[in-house]
């Protein structure tokens, strides 16, 4: 036995060697007998009123109520019992309780009452089965009949008695049936479950309570009752489980998921109540006619077995049936596992019984509709039934694993703290990396995970299904095998990229899109050679919104080309503006996404811009990234055609792929751009090699070099000893409006400042 259950064993058996103490020693005087027994009980009323407040103290969430209520029965019970062991000791001979006593005793009943009546609400998902109602029934009818015709009827017929007495004896009886009826019913719902302690202290508790309440009032009638005895006993031992359901609260750590096959409860839990009753009922009634057996009741009593015996037979035989259904609607067939439909059931159902808190986890295994469409549906299924043997094989005991869709698993387990879900995250992933093999190819699995809490960050089931998608999605953003923890942040984030995006459809049409120029420098003069158009929103609400925020979006939601097609036409537009001022013709560099890039229409949408602003291909040139080029088949076709018409192409943000040089070879492009991070590595101290290799090579290869993201003049003057001619960034200019870009290309024109 281990300590936290050592306490309440110890006490009980200090309770029954102080109840044979005090009966035995103080025989002779009554009312010290009845001060030290009622004291036993005001001690064991303390502390399990004590156990119950520290639990309400510890709990956060919605069963709160519940245990208020009890904590107000069993403090209502102490305060009856200490007004009577004052009575007691300023009169000295009261030996029956006050009837202020029997009222506080009276209220107690009815805070069980209230207690109870939420616990069951809270519980009542599955009260709707018509079963457990009618099996309740039943047992509440026989509980009824027996109670009325042995205890009630009789107590209405004796005299002698105090009316007050025989109405709270009434009170009682009802009271205590109301209790009985739903810690039945509770029975039913939770199955008497092991795991489940403190809800089994409960029953045990109350159910002793309204023993000893039956006790009571058959003594009462028959005359024997004396207190401090064997009722005494009952209601003391009762209290102290009623605290114990408290006290054995915490020691349910352990996940309480119910097996999917314990909502249908086998034969014979089920029907030991009501048929037992209805058993004990007939015997009742022979007994009350003597047991005065003819051929009649003695054949109602066997027709009546026979009628048990087949609705036991037909109703183990439904069952099975139903547990089969039950099965097939709650099991993914492919997995084995609980699917969606069984995720929620069971999850909401350990919610409801237990006050426990959960992690969620929710594991997406990537590219299965795509193995799917490529390889056959046979092949994507045994893929998810590889990851779920993966998967089953990782994972304790206490953890639950469903199929949550297609390509998602969902895990639930006890709360975990940050480092656990670390480790079981990198165990995840782990299991996932070995390559699954078909017939012909080795396929990666990847994976991204999504996890919130309950109910630290999600209060319900509902927002659990939201929280651990949204950090799933933003997993991804992320790249493979990383996971996200959902909070707060990420639901503001969700909201704002949402709102953009409404927004954004209309952006152009509100006139909120503008593009800004940011110039590039020939480094060897310091003359200014051409600019990069740059996309700005400024959106009524957020303000400024960075290209960086708001392209991916237009590109998942497919408003890119438009856009991209609004800013080419700007650009072009300006550019040819610019010359028609009079300025020396320069050459603008618009952005193009990959998503463009792949657009059928896209040259002769670039042709039709260019025809619509007459502006001449040659101040025109493309940024595009590597990604672009690394799909090289369909890439080098649409850029061949771009080229064709005489417009430029540069690879932006070089060196973050990793293009090969054969690759770079074969395309015809006119710049590369060397991307930021590499220029913010350039200082005297370290002159980048990386920097070098890049120059070098597109030297080599007779490419203009660009470097962007200049911001002192040191990274300048590195950049332009080892060959570099073309700078941007900061140094010069930050990205300007059109009319601020017009004022600049006059000043730039006057001074022509360099600084080389
Ligand atoms: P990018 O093409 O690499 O553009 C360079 C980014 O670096 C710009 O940010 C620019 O303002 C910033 N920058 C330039 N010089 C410096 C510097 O010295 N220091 C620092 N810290 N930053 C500098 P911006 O304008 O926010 O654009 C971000 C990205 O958004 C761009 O990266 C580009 O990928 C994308 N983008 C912008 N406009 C468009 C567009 O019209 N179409 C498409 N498809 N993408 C665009
Ligand atoms: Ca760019
Ligand atoms: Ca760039």
């Known amino acids: 036995m281990n300590s936290v259950t050592k306490w309440p064993f110890l006490i009980l058996i200090g309770i029954s060697v102080m109840f044979w103490y005090g009966n035995m020693v103080y025989e002779g005087s009554e009312w010290i007998r009845l001060t030290f027994l009622n004291t036993i009980q005001l001690i064991i009323g303390i502390v399990s009123t004590f156990w119950i407040l520290r639990l309400l103290r510890s709990l956060s969430t919605s069963l709160k109520l519940f245990w208020l209520f009890l904590s107000m029965g069993t403090g209502l019970s102490f305060i009856g019992t200490l007004v009577w062991i004052i009575n007691l000791t300023i009169t000295k001979q009261a030996f029956e309780a006050p009837p202020l006593s029997y009222f506080l005793w009276a209220l107690c009943y009815i805070c069980y009452f209230i207690a109870l009546l939420y616990r069951l609400r809270r519980a009542s998902i599955q009260f709707a089965n018509m079963t457990y109602f009618f099996n309740t029934m039943i047992y509440m009818i026989a509980a009824i009949s027996i109670s009325y015709y042995y205890l009630l009827y ?79 006993f009952v209601w003391t031992i009762a209290l102290l489980f009623i605290g114990c359901s408290a006290y054995f609260y915490k020691d349910e750590s352990k996940l309480t998921i119910e097996p999917r096959t314990a909502f249908f409860p086998t034969l014979k839990k089920e029907f030991l109540f009501p048929y037992l009753s209805i058993l004990v009922l007939s015997i009742l009634m022979m007994e009350s006619y003597d047991w005065s057996l003819n051929a009649l009741s003695f054949g109602w009593i066997m027709i009546f077995l026979l009628i048990i015996v087949r609705q036991g037979i037909t109703t183990s035989k439904n069952n099975r049936l139903v547990l089969k259904l039950n099965e097939i609607a709650y099991t993914d067939m492919l997995t084995k596992l609980g699917n969606r439909a069984a995720f929620f059931k069971e999850t909401q159902y350990a919610m409801d019984m237990s006050q426990q808190d959960f992690t969620f986890i929710l594991l997406q295994v990537e590219r299965v509709k795509m193995f799917n469409d490529v390889f056959g549906h046979q092949t994507g299924e045994k893929l998810i039934k590889e990851v779920s043997n993966r998967l089953k094989h990782t994972i304790d005991m206490n953890v639950k694993l469903y199929r949550f869709s297609e390509d998602e698993f969902m895990i639930v387990t006890p709360h975990k703290s940050i480092a656990d879900i670390l480790l079981l995250n990198e165990s995840i992933f782990n299991v996932l990396q070995p390559t699954f093999k078909t017939s012909d190819f080795e396929l990666n699995i990847i994976g991204h995970i999504g996890i919130t809490h309950y109910p630290k960050q999600s209060i319900s089931l509902e927002k659990v299904q939201q929280h651990t998608a949204e950090a799933l999605y933003q997993a991804k953003q992320y790249g493979n095998y990383s996971f996200v923890i959902y909070n707060n942040e990420i639901e503001s984030n969700l909201l704002r990229k949402l709102e953009m995006e409404s927004h954004l459809k209309n952006a152009i049409n509100n006139n909120q899109l503008s593009v800004y120029y940011q110039p590039k420098i020939d480094l060897t003069s310091g003359c200014l050679v051409g600019m990069e158009a740059l996309l700005r929103w400024e959106h009524p609400k957020f303000g400024w919104i960075s290209p960086a925020e708001f392209i991916p979006l237009a590109e998942e939601t497919g408003l890119i080309n438009e856009i991209g097609e609004w800013v080419l036409y700007t650009a072009a537009q300006h550019n040819k503006q610019l010359q028609r001022i009079g300025f020396k013709p320069l050459l603008v560099s618009v952005n193009v996404s990959a998503l463009q890039f792949q657009n059928p229409h896209f040259c002769s949408m670039v042709g039709e811009v260019l025809a619509k602003t007459k502006l001449d291909p040659e101040w025109l040139e493309l940024e595009i990234t590597e990604s672009i080029v690394q799909n090289i088949k369909e890439s080098f076709n649409i850029m061949q055609q771009i080229k064709s018409m005489g417009i430029k192409i540069s690879i932006d943000d070089f060196g973050t792929g990793y293009s090969s040089l054969n690759v770079l070879e074969q395309l015809p492009i006119d710049t590369l751009k060397i991307d930021k991070s590499f220029i913010d590595r350039v200082s005297y101290n370290n002159p980048s090699p990386m920097v070098k290799t890049i120059i070098e090579l597109a030297l080599n290869l007779e490419l203009n070099v660009v470097a962007e993201g200049i911001e002192t003049v040191e990274q300048k003057e590195i950049l332009y000893r080892n060959g570099c001619m073309i700078g941007q960034g900061y140094l010069f200019s930050r990205p300007v409006d059109y009319y601020t870009f017009v004022d600049f290309l006059t000043s730039y024109a006057q001074s022509n400042v360099t600084s080389s």
């Open 154 to 232: 009789p107590l209405y017929r004796i005299e002698e008695h105090s009316l007050g007495k025989i109405t709270y004896t009434v009170i009682f009886q009802i009271a205590d049936l109301g209790i009985l009826f739903f810690i039945i019913t509770l029975f039913y719902l939770i199955q008497f479950n092991k795991k489940n302690k403190s809800l089994n202290y409960l029953i045990i508790g109350l159910f002793l309570q309204i023993l000893g309440d039956m006790l009571f009032a058959q003594m009462m009638i028959s005359e024997n009752y004396q207190s401090g005895k064997v009722v005494d």
